[in-house]
């Protein structure tokens, strides 16, 4: 990336390196902080390429608006000297799993890790195939494959990605008690109506001896 020191700051001087399509940053090294421009699209391009800019960059601010990157801090670095940096970690493989294929849950409750490398070989991101993973199973930093010259920094027992079984919620039935309370029903409704006919005719004897 081509970078050029700005003279004048200020947010009017800001704005109008924007229109003019720079994006307006800041380069921190050894010494006093440096003010710079980038042009923003050969720093989007940088953002979203293959290399990326992790090695390199310490924060940036995008509009939330209008989605362009309106601000970014970048860290000089020696290229003979080891740099740290976070990595993203990918799940690859996780529909072939056995345990997803069963019904399990693949969780990834780590997705960043820390490296040291050169700053020309921190990886982009880091692959960690979960292919073959069952229901139960658990992988974790130190199940991490890394090219060489790449040191992990993490705690080697961290977790990285688990498979569990799924929750299955018990439903309590209730159709036997109710069929228990229909059937006393039932019969109480049936010994009031066998009941019935024996006081009409109770009653109808009366009335013909009086």
Not at 4 to 13: D, H
Not at 89 to 116: A, K
């Amino acid at each position: 990336m081509t970078v050029q020191a700005r003279e004048s700051l200020g947010s009017r001087n800001t704005r109008r390196l924007r229109r003019q399509g720079l994006v307006p940053g800041v380069l921190y090294g050894r010494g006093e902080p440096v003010a710079i421009s980038i042009e923003e699209r050969e720093l989007r391009r940088a953002l979203t390429g293959a290399a990326g800019l992790h090695s390199i960059l310490k924060d940036f601010q995008v509009d939330k608006v209008r989605g362009g990157v309106v601000h970014v801090d970048l860290q000089e670095v020696r290229l003979d000297q080891t740099i740290i940096a976070s990595v993203s970690v990918h799940l690859i493989g996780g529909e072939d799993s056995p345990g997803v294929r069963e019904g399990g849950v693949l969780s990834q409750p780590l997705r960043e890790i820390q490296v040291e490398a050169l700053p020309l070989e921190i990886p982009e991101h880091i692959d960690l195939d979960v292919s073959h993973m069952a229901t139960g199973d658990t992988l974790r930093i130190s199940d991490i494959a890394v090219p060489d010259g790449v040191t992990l920094l993490d705690d080697p027992e961290t977790v990285v990605a688990t498979v569990t079984a799924p929750t299955r919620e018990e439903v309590v039935e209730e159709e036997v008690e109710e069929g228990e309370e229909g059937a006393e029903g039932e019969a109480a409704e049936g010994e009031a109506a066998e009941g019935a006919p024996e006081a009409e005719a109770s009653g109808g004897e009366e009335s013909a001896e009086g």
